[in-house]
T-cell receptor, first 111, second 114 residues
Framework: RKEVEQDPGPFNVPEGATVAFNCTYS??????FFWYRQDCRKEPKLLMS???SGNEDGRFTAQLNRASQYISLLIRDSKLSDSATYLC????????????FGTGTQLKVEL | DVKVTQSSRYLVKRTGEKVFLECVQD?????MFWYRQDPGLGLRLIYF???????EKGDIPEGYSVSREKKERFSLILESASTNQTSMYLC?????????????FGPGTRLTVL
């Protein structure tokens, strides 16, 4: 079983739609959680951290369910510029702060 | 603008060559990482370092070694390049404990081994 699992997509959605991505992780000792965004042929960039209480940054909302070992990202009012691959990332401090990545979910926002 | 830089964006080498990939960060980060990224497999950790002269194996260290002589520089070495090491190599750095900062990545080096 992969440490971090994501649906690879692609998710093709019209502009203005709401889209949600899910991610599960296997290491119950994981301590930090993130969503990264990666554009084609570019490096991954931090989109947002994920907190147990849930957190929001503009059109983006992230949720964490530790009991189910599940992370989600919700994008409201999708823009063309949101088209990218979204990577779910988990960190375990006891493992030297290394980040474990999911394989990513591809989003395509269309006119 | 703080950043992570990698010595080459594109590199072509022949089987059996020794290859050096260099990574430099100017953020005074203690942690540095080398990942490779392949279609369908995502980013996989090769090696990481949490201090000068310290190194830890990641998930796929075979065929690679690393060097961290200075805090800002972390080198990945392919002792004898093979075609299955053709990949995108990404360097990253972070502060200890991560917190909300996550890691900052370099632009990547696309290595082709012929």
């Amino acid at each position: 079983r992969k440490e971090v699992e994501q649906d690879p997509g692609p998710f093709n959605v019209p502009e203005g739609a709401t889209v949600a991505f899910n991610c599960t992780y296997s290491n119950s000792a994981s301590q930090s959680f993130f969503w990264y965004r990666q554009d084609c042929r570019k490096e991954p960039k931090l989109l947002m951290s994920v907190y147990s209480s849930g957190n929001e940054d503009g059109r983006f909302t992230a949720q964490l369910n530790r009991a189910s070992q599940y992370i989600s990202l919700l994008i409201r009012d999708s823009k063309l510029s949101d088209s990218a691959t979204y990577l779910c990332v988990v960190a375990f401090t006891g493992g030297g702060n290394k980040l474990t990545f999911g394989t990513g979910t591809q989003l395509k926002v269309e006119l | 603008d703080v950043k992570v830089t990698q010595s080459s964006r594109y590199l072509v080498k022949r089987t059996g060559e020794k290859v050096f990939l260099e990574c430099v960060q100017d953020m005074d980060h203690e942690n540095m990482f080398w990942y490779r990224q392949d279609p369908g497999l995502g980013l996989r950790l090769i090696y990481f370092s949490y201090d000068v002269k310290m190194k830890e194996k990641g998930d796929i260290p075979e065929g690679y070694s690393v060097s961290r002589e200075k805090k800002e520089r972390f080198s990945l070495i392919l002792e004898s390049a093979s075609t299955n090491q053709t990949s995108m190599y990404l360097c990253a750095s972070s502060l200890p404990g991560q917190g909300a900062s996550g890691a900052r990545f370099g632009p990547g080096t696309r290595l082709t081994v012929l």
